[in-house]
């Protein structure tokens, strides 16, 4: 098969083949825009390198053929004395991964071409400032050096001419650098700088591949759920030069502000550098709009690509670009990443500006990104102690303590401590402790820097370029406008006004929250609430999952109905079994005979009635599934080690220990090894007599109350951890009992349920009753998926357990791409709600089908549940939103 493609060969669409950047060059290419030619080494051989360890025998040959056509069109040659050609090496994989994989730019210059570029270019400054770059990426990404090693030779080449800017090294300078670095090499790898062209080359494309599996990028790929086995292609593209005078330079640009989403021109440019130095900010950049000062014609070139760009991407692009010498020269572009507040913005925008349809707007926001827009922001109205502004470049209103290093964030982290990461500016190795902070503040670099770029994409908070704060990492402090913040001190940072305060901030709900919460109208002016509004509403004209709730409170259920909820799916009833209530759950469990048992379920009765009033009337005319007492009883009672030294320490004492020895006895009795797989759900129902009875005649007697006062109560009775039918049978036998006692016994006063029958259901939650769900669709109404415990069931592993205890381990060693307990595990816990989905309805064509595990809020399961035909989901109520737009995504 063929490996090497020319970038006139491929297209946008190729990014599995030519990745991300292969396939964007090649569509430019096909545009006719300014790429420096260039062809693109397939992912199908990095995946023979990851396999075998070398390069598939036949890419040589076909890696010869493209360099001759290149040489051809170029006129020059790769290591010719007098003319180099020059090349970089990049990675580009199929998903982008900002600062993850390596380039080495430069590629062909050695110690005769480099007199020769110097000659060729009337520039030796530029010549050796090129060869030492090449020298310094080849050693740190091909042969693995330490990258202070160069820098430190820098500093002290800048130090002993008494400067802090590069650009005043000369040539003579940088030829002396190179001869450092050189020597460096040497003492590092045992040999000399390679000064073959083809074998810097060859050297840097297997580096390439092999930078796929370095820890950052497999740590990255963990974060972004990217799949681990896709391989990254190399793309060879000449070179230009941004580095050759101030007539030259380099820049990145957005075709919109990726941050707010507003339309305009964003970016930032250097002069006179080269490739990765707008992004480091080792000087500092001007914003782009400057570039039309310096040179008009290529800042016009510049803005008719990005406008012809955006048409043809029809989304939000970034742009890679170097001037050489007053001619403009595009080197990278792509859809680009941007804020969760800017992706609803730019969709909107683009439908008013007739480049995509509204479903298309729908595909491109996430429920995830919706998720963040309902985080808390900082009170405007508090009173803050404002230290500096510099640019909001990630938004969110994070509090922490302030580290310095990516290893301190991490141990604070685990401690439980939420902390802001301080730096000057991130790389890549940095990535642990941007995962692990709440925040991100760094004192340099733009909207483009590192911190900023992979801050968006992981949706963290970030500020950065606060150039007013001296931060002094080896002295653990921060020194800003006469003030020192220390490390551990608490501050504030704001993403979006780029504000950083000391101390913490209170914090208010989020516009889009407000908007949830209906004290926001969509028309009143906020820009981004009109698209959330927008978006949303198409999604819920066109979903067919419904979103119901779980709740156990009026409050919750209130809350939850507001943001949209169309019922409750879940009422856990046993947190109605605990504070004052708890010491008649005592008496039920340690009642000797009937008499003493009926007593305190009578006394439980009245208040578990008083509970559904409320969540039924705040519920009112909407299902509500309530699902009878889970847990195993013990749980109610004090812990067994508790009980054992307090009786002990009394009959030391020679005192009458009285309940207490009781209550240890009833503790021991019921003691399990196993209460996850105990006496639990149904079976409790099954064994104690009276107490689904109380329960249900709690809810029924609710329930005509309410029809009384003219409301319209919809409660549904759901039996949990039933694996055969004859349990279900048994516990609806008693239910219907209890219903049409209450019935009967309210019959004279017209509050009869007649016209609402009261639905009897089941969870779906133990394998078993996955499997014979035809059996059990006889004896309910509905089924609900509880997938939390089928998860458990399933693996044979209990969520409290082993979240802690190896998963961590589980999740590096590639065995889970993500926690099954977060999002549904599609083959095996997806598998069994299939097949109960299917053997349910196959009995019951009218079984509806509900989901009320954690995965109810989790897009990717939501796009299961959708795909294997349930009727709703039930989450959380502050996932409500999120479950509406991608039961709404779900459909395209
Ligand atoms: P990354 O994915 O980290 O951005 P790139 O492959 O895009 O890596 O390259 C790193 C930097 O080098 C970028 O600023 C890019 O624009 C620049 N660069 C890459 N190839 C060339 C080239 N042929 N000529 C000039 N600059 C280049
Ligand atoms: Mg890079
Ligand atoms: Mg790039």
């Known amino acids: ?44 051989a990095c995946k023979v390198f990851l396999a ?32 180099p050609l020059l090349v970089s090496v990049r990675s580009g994989a199929a998903a982008s991964m900002p600062g993850m994989m390596e380039t080495v730019l430069n590629v062909g210059l050695n110690d005769d071409s480099v007199n020769g570029l110097a000659h060729q270019s009337g520039n030796p400054r530029f010549a050796w400032d090129a060869y030492r770059r090449l020298i310094q990426m080849f050693g740190k990404t091909v042969l693995d050096m330490d990258g202070d090693v160069f820098e430190d030779a820098i500093e002290a080449a800048k130090k002993a001419k008494g400067t802090n800017n590069d650009l005043d090294l000369d040539a003579d300078d940088l030829k002396a650098l190179v001869e450092t670095f050189k020597a460096a090499v040497q003492e590092h790898t045992g040999r000399e700088f390679p000064q073959d062209p083809r074998e810097q080359m060859d050297l840097a494309i297997e580096a390439v591949f092999g930078s796929w599996n370095a820890e950052r990028a497999v740590l990255y790929r963990r974060q972004e759920r990217i799949a681990t086995d896709l391989g990254t292609a190399v793309n060879i593209c000449s070179m230009v030069f941004g580095n050759l005078g101030m007539d030259s330079g380099t820049g990145v ?69 170097t001037v050489e010498r007053g001619k403009l020269w595009m080197l990278q572009t792509r859809v680009g990443k941007r804020t969760a507040g800017a992706a609803f913005r730019i969709a909107t925008s683009l439908i008013d500006e ?19 827009l309902m985080f808390p922001r900082f009170d405007s109205d508090a009173e803050t102690d404002l230290v500096t502004k510099a640019i909001g470049a990630s938004p969110g209103a994070a509090s922490g303590k302030v580290v310095f290093t990516s290893a301190a964030a991490v141990e604070a982290a685990d401690r439980g401590e939420k902390v802001i ?30 911190a900023a770029v992979v801050a968006r994409g992981m949706g963290k908070t970030c500020v950065c370029g606060a150039e007013e704060l001296d931060v002094e990492v080896a002295a653990g402090k921060i020194l800003v406008n006469g003030t020192t913040i220390n490390a551990g001190d608490v501050i504030s940072i704001d993403g979006t006004t780029g504000e950083v305060f000391l ?23 906020d820009e981004l609430v009109a698209a959330v509004h927008r978006l949303i509403t198409h999604a819920d004209e066109i979903r067919r999952l419904g979103v119901r709730t779980n709740a156990d409170t009026a409050d919750d259920a209130s809350r939850a109905r507001r943001f949209g909820a169309e019922g409750i799916g879940l009422c856990r009833t046993e947190h109605m079994f605990l504070g004052e209530r708890r010491e008649a759950v005592e008496r039920l469990i340690l009642a000797d005979d009937a008499e003493e048992r009926e007593a305190a379920l009578a ?42 030294v307090k009786v002990a320490i009394a009959e030391e004492r020679g005192e009458d220990p009285g309940r207490n020895k009781t209550l240890l006895a009833a503790v021991e009795r019921l003691h399990e090894q196993n209460p996850m797989l105990g006496l639990r759900g149904v079976r409790l129902g099954l064994v104690v007599p009276g107490l689904f009875a109380m329960q249900v005649r709690a809810i029924a007697s609710a329930a005509a109350e309410l029809r009384k006062q003219g409301k319209d109560p919809r409660p549904e009775i759901m039996i949990p951890l039933v694996g055969a039918v004859q349990e279900l049978q048994l516990a609806r036998d008693e239910v219907n009992a209890v219903l049409a006692e209450v019935d009967r016994s309210t019959e004279a006063d017209g509050s009869r349920g007649v016209e609402w029958k009261t639905p009897i259901g089941t969870m779906i939650e133990l394998p078993r009753a996955a499997v014979i769900a035809d059996q059990i669709a006889e004896a309910a109404d509905f089924f609900s998926f509880g997938t939390n415990d089928l998860t458990q069931t399933t693996w044979g592993f209990s969520r409290d357990d ?33 097949t109960g989905a299917e053997r349910g309805r196959a009995a019951k064509p009218d079984l509806k089908l509900g989901i009320c595990g954690e995965h109810g809020g989790d897009p990717d399961s939501i796009h299961f549940f959708h795909e294997v035909g349930l009727d709703y989901v039930s989450c959380s109520p502050f996932r409500i939103p999120v479950a509406r737009l991608e039961a709404g995504r779900a459909t395209l």
């Open 1 to 44: 098969p063929k490996l090497v493609y020319d970038f006139a060969e491929g297209n946008k669409d190729m990014k599995e083949l030519l990745g991300g950047k292969g396939a964007n060059l090649a569509e430019m290419t096909n545009l006719d825009l300014p790429v420096p030619p260039g062809f693109t080494i397939s992912t199908e």
């Open 52 to 83: 075998t360890g070398s390069v598939p025998p036949e890419l040589a040959d076909e890696i010869d053929h493209h360099v001759d056509s290149l040489q051809q069109k170029l006129g020059k040659k790769l290591g010719q004395a007098d003319d």
């Open 253 to 321: 640009a957005f075709t919109r502000d990726p941050s707010s989403g507003q339309p305009g021109v964003y970016g930032d440019y250097l002069q006179n550098a080269q490739g990765e130095d707008v992004v480091a900010g080792i000087r500092n950049t001007v914003p782009l709009a400057e570039l039309e000062q310096l040179d008009k014609t290529s800042y016009d070139d510049l803005m008719a690509i990005m406008a012809k760009l955006e048409g043809h991407y029809r989304d939000l692009c970034d742009i890679e670009f």
């Open 354 to 372: 007739g480049m995509i349809d509204i479903d298309e707007a729908l595909r491109r926001v996430k429920g995830a990104q919706l998720a963040q």
């Open 421 to 450: 990461l301080v730096r000057r500016e991130t790389n890549p190795d940095d990535l642990h402790g941007m995962i692990a902070a709440q925040g991100i503040l760094t004192s340099r670099g733009g909207k483009t820097s590192h």
């Open 503 to 525: 101390g913490e901030v209170p914090v208010v709900p989020s516009p889009v929250v407000q908007y949830f919460e209906g004290s926001l109208a969509p028309d009143a002016g």
């Open 603 to 644: 006394e439980l009765e009245p208040l578990q009635r008083g509970d559904f009033l409320e969540l039924l009337t705040a519920m009112d005319g909407l299902p509500v599934t309530i699902r009878l007492i889970d847990p195993p009883l013990h749980e109610f009672l004090p812990s067994m080690e508790e009980l054992a």
């Open 802 to 834: 082993v979240e802690g205890a190896f998963f961590s381990r589980y999740l590096e060693k590639g065995i889970f791409a993500v926690s099954p307990f977060e999002s549904i595990d599609r083959e095996g816990v997806g598998a069994l709600v299939r």
